[in-house]
């Protein structure tokens, strides 16, 4: 009996599928859910309910069990101010989506129609399916020959199409697994049952979406290409897998690592006999057992504790009970050993673009395989899953071919000789091809998110952000995804060189890790600070810088700064420095240095004057601390180690000579200074100004000159390392502002090479040039011509048109009773006739200058004119907005009425079959009634807004109305 891992025959039978799903009769142990009211029903918890319900839904952007949606909690930040020092320099930036594809329907004649080879090989498919089943009626029938996005059957064998892509990245299994996984939108199976249509590869890759199987036959297609032994395995695997719900999978934090130089332990002395033996240390045997115990017994309670969270990351892992186990469908890829090298047989989940064992216990059986070139139905028991599986295709015990070596033959009454032979016929899969700008954009929309049991991760394309991010993974604290612990994100592209930031979310303030590549012209390689420590170099802030120092000249490694201390290492250098330790005073108050003692034995006090200056940077300096290596060419008592610069003294250690038991050491106490600001010679024979120890006495500095000459030496080094510590400072400095700048205004490197995106960033550019220049004239001639097509209504010819002067003659011979005093043509209330006013100021030029009137009457009348003119235009406009307005108005409250009949007639509905109805009728009537409340109470509120609007935009255009000079005395009241 051929069964799924778990499930015997009345376990599968007796399993609840759901409302409206039964078991075929002969459907066999693993059972068929057929069509009968609905797809099976499955646990809630698969998929989160989105558009596309409990079955069936779409993997696209966010993978979060099984569903999709969600986004980056991360503040906005506003590129174009400047961020303080406690902004997140690296808040989320909108990325672009591109566009999406209308779906294809150029297909070619291979995908409508079948050859004759094609209508042969598929007669033989089905006498092999009908042969198969009578068999081994348990079993569900073979998914052999479905249909295509055309609708035409076409054997499976064929739609896979082995093809090597010109992309160097998709040579190995590996990447082309990553791609494929990445490139396509993952679409849930509507049923436990295969899909009704299987398309080709091509359609995969023009929609960029597909389920298991597409994803499989696309990721078989390019491994063949690759010359790898692939295989499209049909079969069953768990919910997870199926419904690619990671959410009980453990993300491993990744953090980076310490990067401080490691001391080198210095060796350990031998062969000489006058070397000091260490004192012997008396210790307690009893404490030492005591201490011992303790520390097994904490050892003993940490170990349980480490097993206990084991156990509990178990549990957290183990899924949940599933009710159709053993039932889901799924396609998946496999590798047979032999070829490229592959040393074992492998499994490859197209979904996640991972590599699993052959004796994964995701996967709970197999129907059968097939590639371009056979099919293969499995024979074997699965009762265990795939654990005992073997894959020898040649053993025709475990596995049963289509093809015998692409070839058939049997009796025929057609031809000569009685034999009909069938070969495998050519695909009818179009050339995959893939466009060099969708490959490196390998996303369908440029983004992708993954969700796991304590991380939340983000893939972008590249070029798809605007900062050049192409991952994002958030790490959490707790599992319901609420407390970050850390955020990793990696960048490429950056002209600013940065390639990765980690943020670590601390118990009082936040950490940030900064990692680049070589290129920056600091040659800064990572850089750690804390919130509110990003802008300024004070002293009292907290950072640590990291460096290149092959692309330093100075050789600098490492800068650490904390309070009150910059401690910088070097490496490589000519004059052997391997550190320098500065010390500042914070609030007045010296820190880090110790109380030094002079060589009088009296506390040492600064001399009045001999203060250092402050440096560039405003930072007072306390002390600074050298330290050097050792130089094989200058003899040891002579080579310096240790320098430690004071504002009153300079004290000098020096490496320690192989034959003596201790190093040469000297301090010189700093004299007061001439009036010419230079130090008063030091005077070795008064026994003063200088402090000086070698093991061989005979070798102290009794000369004035040579004491001399030697302090005027370090005074040298000491200025030099003062104006290296201020030069620091304004590194400090630079390197922050230079590094908020970045952030401001983050700019994408693009490679010479890449002549498709080049160009398409040109044309881009100058595409929204031109429209930002039509926009910005569009805008332009708006504002000063808002009443354009109310004066082109009101326009008036400027000549004189055929038939004017015709009526100016009419209008002085109907008139000619009144007297020529313009006081005759007007009324009662002063106002001038309305044949006059209603003339066109053509017309009426023409009538003035046949009339008698005054100057002042005509000047009268022209004004009358104008006004009423211009009171035409500003009442047009006003009510064109009015009219508008309450058109809108009611086509709001129409929407209203409409959704108030509907809500009305289904409640009558519901009154009058309230007894009858099932429990889904009242569900949807519920769903109904809900649906219609909401869209009444948004369209009320719409109608609202609509209405303060309008009052407002009315007293707006009334406003500027007035204050337009080409209609001035326009005054309507308010």
Not at 347 to 376: C, H, Q
Not at 624 to 652: H, L
Request: charged fraction near 30%.
């Amino acid at each position: 009996c051929w069964q799924g891992k778990g499930h015997n025959t009345m376990a599968a039978v007796s399993e609840p599928l759901g409302e409206g799903a039964v078991l075929e009769a002969d459907a066999g142990p693993l059972g068929t859910p057929v069509d009968a009211g609905g797809p099976p029903d499955t646990v809630p918890d698969i998929v989160d309910g989105g558009d596309e319900g409990l079955v069936g839904g779409t993997v696209g952007d966010t993978v979060v069990n099984g569903s999709t949606g969600g986004g980056s909690a991360l503040d906005e930040f506003d590129g174009g101010s400047v961020a303080s020092e406690h902004d997140d320099p690296h808040a989320h930036r909108p990325n672009a989506v591109p566009a999406v594809r209308s779906p294809r329907t150029d297909y070619p004649p291979s995908y409508s129609i079948n050859t004759p080879k094609e209508r042969n090989l598929l007669d033989f498919a089905e006498n092999f399916i009908r042969q198969f089943r009578q068999l081994y009626n348990n079993r569900k029938p073979l998914y052999l020959a479905p249909p295509n996005e055309c609708g035409v059957p076409k054997l499976v064998c064929t739609t896979v199409r082995a093809t090597q892509l010109p992309f160097r990245q998709l040579y190995s299994h590996e990447q082309t697994a990553r791609f494929v996984a990445s490139f396509l939108t993952y679409d849930f199976l509507p049923t436990a049952d295969p899909p009704e249509v299987m398309q080709s590869p091509t359609t995969t890759l023009w929609n960029q979406r597909g389920n298991c199987f597409d994803f499989s036959v696309l990721l078989c297609a390019l491994l063949e290409g690759a010359g790898y032994d692939a295989y499209v395995v049909h079969g069953y695997a768990t919910r997870e897998v199926c419904m690619l719900d990671r959410s009980r999978r453990e993300h491993q934090v990744k953090t980076t690592p310490a990067d401080v130089p490691v001391p080198k332990v210095r060796k350990e002395e031998t062969g000489n006999k006058y070397r000091l033996k260490a004192s012997l240390t008396l210790d307690s045997q009893y404490d030492k057992m005591m201490a011992g115990r303790k520390a097994d017994k904490m050892k003993a309670e940490n170990d349980l504790k480490i097993v206990d969270e084991a156990k509990a990351r178990a549990e957290r892992r183990k899924p949940m009970r599933d009710n159709l186990h053993g039932l889901r469908t799924h396609c998946w890829v496999m590798v047979l050993r032999g070829k490229r090298g592959v040393p074992e047989d492998f499994y490859i989940e197209p979904s996640l673009g991972e590599t699993s064992s052959v004796r994964s216990e995701d996967y709970l059986g197999i129907e059968a395989v097939w590639n371009s070139k056979n099919f293969w139905a499995n024979m074997q028991d699965c009762t265990e899953g795939v654990m005992d599986m073997e894959y020898d295709l040649a053993d025709t015990s475990k596995w049963e071919y289509l093809l015998p070596d692409q070839t058939f033959a049997w009796g025929s009454k057609k031809g000569s000789n009685g034999v009909k032979s069938v070969d495998l016929p050519p695909t009818w899969v179009e050339e995959l091809q893939i466009l060099p700008i969708d490959f490196a954009t390998g996303r369908p929309h440029g983004e992708r998110e993954l969700v796991e049991q304590n991380a939340r991760t983000h893939e972008y394309a590249e070029y798809a952000r605007d900062d050049g991010m192409v991952l994002q993974t958030t790490y959490y604290n707790d599992y319901e995804l609420t407390q970050e612990l850390l955020r990793a994100d990696t960048y490429k592209n950056r002209g600013d060189c940065l390639v990765q930031l980690e943020v670590k979310e601390l118990d009082d303030r936040d950490q940030y890790d900064e990692i680049f590549r070589r290129g920056r012209t600091s040659g800064l390689r990572h850089h750690t600070f804390f919130k509110g420590h990003w802008a300024g170099s004070d002293a009292a802030k907290e950072r640590t810088m990291y460096f290149f120092s092959d692309a330093r000249v100075d050789g600098l490694h490492m800068r650490k700064q904390s309070k009150g201390m910059i401690e910088e290492v070097f490496r490589e250098r000519d004059d052997k420095l391997l550190s320098r330790v500065t010390h500042f005073i914070i609030d007045g108050e010296e820190n880090g240095m110790r109380r030094r003692v002079s060589v009088s034995g009296i506390n040492s006090r600064r001399p009045s004057g001999d203060k250092d200056k402050k440096s560039a940077t405003n930072h007072e300096i306390d002390g600074v601390t050298e330290t050097f290596g050792r130089n094989p060419a200058v003899n040891a008592d002579d080579d310096i180690r240790e320098i430690n610069y004071y504002d009153d003294a300079i004290m000098v250690t020096y490496h320690r000579n192989e034959e003596k038991a201790t190093a040469q050491f000297r301090e010189f106490e700093k004299p007061s200074k001439t009036e010419k600001q230079a130090y008063a010679p030091i005077s070795v024979d008064e026994g003063e100004g200088v402090l000086q120890y070698h093991p061989d006495p005979k070798k102290i500095l009794k000369k004035n000159f040579t004491v001399n000459k030697l302090f005027s030496d370090l005074l040298s080094m000491e200025r030099k390392a003062r104006a290296a510590v201020s030069t620091s400072l304004e590194e400090i400095e630079d390197i922050i502002k230079q590094r908020r700048a970045d952030e401001v205004e983050v700019t994408l490197s693009l490679s010479f090479y890449d002549t498709t995106r080049n160009a398409d960033a040109k044309a881009k550019r100058l595409a929204q040039e031109e429209a930002a220049a039509t926009l910005a004239a569009k805008n332009a001639e708006m504002e000063k011509d808002y009443l354009a097509p109310f004066l082109e209504r009101h326009s008036e010819p400027t000549q004189l048109l055929p038939g004017m002067d015709t009526n100016v003659e009419k209008i002085l011979r109907s008139n000619s009773s009144l007297s020529n005093s313009g006081e005759d043509w007007k009324n009662g209330d002063g106002l001038w006739m309305e044949t006059l006013l209603s003339m066109y100021d053509v017309e009426l030029s023409l009538f003035l200058a046949r009339s008698t009137f005054t100057s002042e009457e005509k000047e009268d009348l022209m004004a009358q004119r104008r006004e009423r003119r211009v009171h035409t235009v500003a009442e047009s406009c006003l009510k064109d907005f009015v009219d508008r307005a309450t058109a809108k108005e009611w086509r709001i409250v129409g929407e209203i009425e409409q959704q108030k009949k509907s809500l009305a007639e289904k409640q009558q509905w519901y009154q009058e079959n309230q007894a009858t109805l099932e429990s889904a009728e009242e569900e949807e009537y519920v769903a109904f009634c809900g649906e219609k409340l909401h869209t009444l109470r948004v369209l009320e509120r719409r109608l609202e807004e609509h209405r303060k609007e309008r009052n407002r935009n009315e007293i707006a255009l009334k406003s500027k109305l007035r204050e337009d000079s080409r209609l001035e005395g326009w005054l309507p009241a308010v």
